[in-house]
Nanobody, 126 residues
Framework: QVQLVESGGGLVQAGGSLRLSCAAS????????MGWFRQAPGKEREFVAA????????YYADFVKGRFTISRDNAKNTVYLQMNSLKPEDTALYYC???????????????????WGQGTWVTVSS
């Protein structure tokens, strides 16, 4: 069992930065791949980034490549999403999630994740 709590969201101007954190409880955190997803009002949940349990491999949606960075600290049971050069279209509720799956294609599908946080809002003003 893994419990996840996101933090770090807020209101920021276009071009600004935010760092999201996701604190996990549970002794098996380091065995899970972690992902960040987002959902804007009226839209479907979409993949943002994922990181393998070791932190050695990361994956990104095309629309965040070069702007967002996912990382994890297994000693602190925490995964991060550094978001730079934010755009108004990045406005959404951001979720972190945990999955035991390993295939890259499965890491990009929200249906493959077993545990979810409650989400943290990110609002980017123009």
């Amino acid at each position: 069992q893994v419990q996840l709590v996101e933090s770090g969201g807020g209101l920021v101007q276009a071009g600004g930065s935010l760092r999201l954190s996701c604190a996990a409880s549970g002794r098996t955190f380091s065995s899970y791949a972690m992902g960040w997803f987002r959902q804007a009002p009226g839209k479907e949940r979409e993949f943002v980034a994922a990181i393998r349990w070791s932190g050695a491999n990361t994956y990104y949606a095309d629309f965040v490549k070069g702007r967002f960075t996912i990382s994890r600290d297994n000693a602190k049971n925490t995964v991060y999403l550094q978001m730079n050069s934010l755009k108004p279209e990045d406005t959404a509720l951001y979720y972190c999630a945990a999955t035991p799956r390993v295939l890259v294609n499965r890491l990009k599908r929200w249906q493959e994740y077993d545990y979810w946080g409650q989400g943290t809002w990110v609002t980017v003003s123009s």
